[in-house]
C-alpha cells in the first residue's frame, strides 16, 4: 500500500527563521513529488513540485528529494506568519491518483 | 492550471437526506477527483471520475452512497446519500493537471449533517 508519513506538529518556529518540513514515502515508484499549503478552512493550493533527485528553489521555499531514502522535504526561509498552514506532501505514481499524507501544522510566531 | 468552481459552498443537512455537489472546470480535462476531509485529517479520495464510464471508488466507498455523474469533459457531480452525521466533512474535487504536475482543488463544500 502507497502510504506517506509525516510529523503531524504543530512545529512552531520564530518569525524569521527557516521551518522545515519532512515527508517519508513507501513506494519506490513514485516518480513526482508535490507540497501543499493549506490555510484553515480552504482548500490545499499547490506551492511546490519536484521530480528529480536534489533541490528545487523557489523564492523562500527549497523542495528537497533524495529518493534513495525515500524522503522528501521542504523549508521555508524567513518565515512568516503568515506560513502558518498545514503543509501536505503527496506523490504520484503512474497513473494512480496523488497521495497523500496527514499534513504537518506549521506555527509561525511573531 | 485549470480553475474550479464548486458549490455549495457550505450547507446544513438533515440525516437522511442527500446532497449534490457541483464542480465546474474552465477547460476539458480527462480526470477528475473527489476527495473527503474529516475534521483534522488528511484528503482521503472518494472515487475517480471518467467521463464516459463508470466512475472509480477507492475502498470503503460505494456507489449507492456517493453516486457521481460525469456528464462532460468540464463537469461532475457527487451526491451525498442518505447522510448521517458521520458524513460531516468537507468534499472536495480536483483535477490532474498535465505532465504530473499536481492537482489543482476546488474551493470545497462544508457538509454538516444534523
Known amino acids: 500500500q502507497k502510504e506517506v508519513e509525516?510529523?503531524?506538529?504543530?512545529?512552531?518556529?520564530?518569525?524569521?527563521?527557516?521551518?522545515s518540513l519532512n515527508c517519508t514515502y513507501s513506494d519506490r515508484g513514485s516518480q513526482s513529488f508535490f507540497w501543499y499549503r493549506q490555510y484553515s478552512g480552504k482548500s490545499p493550493e499547490l506551492i511546490m513540485f519536484i521530480y528529480s533527485n536534489g533541490d528545487k528553489e523557489d523564492g523562500r521555499f527549497t523542495a528537497q528529494l533524495n529518493k534513495a531514502s525515500q524522503y522528501v522535504s521542504?523549508?521555508?526561509?524567513?518565515?512568516?506568519?503568515?506560513?502558518?498552514?498545514?503543509?501536505?506532501?503527496?506523490?504520484?505514481?503512474?497513473?494512480?491518483?496523488?497521495?497523500?499524507?496527514?499534513?504537518?501544522r506549521l506555527s509561525v510566531i511573531a | 492550471?485549470?480553475?474550479?468552481?464548486?458549490k455549495p459552498s457550505r450547507d446544513i443537512c438533515q440525516r437522511g437526506t442527500s446532497l449534490t455537489i457541483q464542480c465546474q472546470v474552465d477547460s476539458q480535462v480527462t480526470m477528475m477527483f473527489w476527495y473527503r476531509q474529516q475534521p483534522g485529517q488528511s484528503l482521503t479520495l472518494i472515487a475517480t471520475a471518467n467521463q464516459g464510464s463508470e466512475a472509480t471508488y477507492e475502498s470503503g466507498f460505494v456507489i449507492d452512497k456517493f453516486p457521481i455523474s460525469r456528464p462532460n469533459l468540464t463537469f461532475s457531480t457527487l451526491t451525498v446519500s442518505n447522510m448521517s452525521p458521520e458524513d460531516s466533512s468537507i468534499y472536495l474535487c480536483s483535477v490532474g493537471g498535465e505532465a504530473n504536475y499536481g492537482y489543482t482543488f476546488g474551493s470545497g463544500t462544508r457538509l454538516t449533517v444534523v
Open chain 1, 6 to 19: 509525516q510529523n503531524s506538529g504543530p512545529l512552531s518556529v520564530p518569525e524569521g527563521a527557516i521551518a
Open chain 1, 74 to 104: 521542504l523549508l521555508i526561509r524567513d518565515s512568516q506568519p503568515s506560513d502558518s498552514a498545514t503543509y501536505l506532501c503527496a506523490f504520484y505514481s503512474g497513473n494512480t491518483p496523488l497521495v497523500f499524507g496527514k499534513g504537518t
Open chain 2, 1 to 6: 492550471s485549470a480553475v474550479i468552481s464548486q
